[in-house]
């Protein structure tokens, strides 16, 4: 299958700062990406869906001024956790698929985060 | 909206038997459904991935069942070994992103 790395795999940072997690499809071009949040012993919540080029779509709940999403290109997409609290601790996932939604989505590896 | 239920929600067997794992959903106009697997603190590795056009997919001693008109999947693994221990997932695809279960933890004692 596909490849999608994330960057990076484990950051641990000080409350009020802003913390940026990359996901790359290695071989693909991802027309779609989406973002993912996980809490210890949870199923995956979806954040965001964006397109490349667009603006992101969030999730009920999702604030978009606190978790910025950026789609610049076709293999690249980045999540911006700004003014990080305790609470945004959690473990993010991406995931990026093609064209077509009937096509695989290929998940990255995960970023655990934690504000101390 | 999409709902995704995973039955049960823990499973603990002994090494070597078969085991199967249901998961249904809500909303039968699904384009996929995928199976995977997460172990502590890691990513998902995709097991399997049944379009809604197929019934079924095997992958070594896994394999997955798709019954869309009644809104269920299955995954049977066979001779169940102690590795196989880890949380299994299964999302629907509506369109849109996955729909996920909340999973089924097993656990396989040796």
């Known amino acids: 299958g596909a490849v999608v790395s994330q960057h990076p795999s484990r950051v641990i940072c000080k409350s009020g700062t802003s913390v940026k997690i990359e996901c790359r499809s290695l071989?693909?071009?991802?027309?779609?990406m989406f973002w993912y949040r996980q809490f210890p012993k949870q199923s995956l919540m979806l954040m965001a869906t964006s397109n490349e080029g667009s603006k992101a779509t969030y999730e009920q709940g999702v604030e978009k001024d606190k978790f910025l999403i950026n789609h610049a290109s076709l293999t690249l997409s980045t999540l911006t956790v700004t003014s990080a609290h305790p609470e945004d601790s959690s473990f993010y996932i991406c995931s990026a698929r093609g064209q077509g939604l009937d096509n695989e989505q290929f998940f990255g590896p995960g970023t655990r985060l934690t504000v101390l | 909206k999409q709902e995704v239920t995973q039955i049960p929600a823990a499973l603990s067997v002994p090494e070597g038997e078969n085991l199967v794992l249901n998961c249904s959903f809500t909303d039968s106009a699904i384009y996929n459904l995928q199976w995977f697997r997460q172990d502590p603190g890691k990513g998902l590795t995709s097991l399997l991935l049944?379009?809604?056009?197929?019934r079924e997919q095997t992958s070594g001693r896994l394999n997955a069942s798709l019954d869309k008109s009644s809104g269920r999947s299955t995954l049977y693994i066979a001779a169940s070994q102690p590795g196989d221990s880890a949380t299994y997932l299964c999302?629907?695809?509506?369109?849109?992103?996955?729909?996920f279960g909340k999973g089924t933890s097993l656990l396989v004692t040796p």
């Open positions: 049944i379009q809604s056009s197929q």
């Open positions: 999302a629907a695809n509506s369109g849109y992103a996955l729909n």
């Open positions: 071989d693909f071009q991802a027309t779609t």
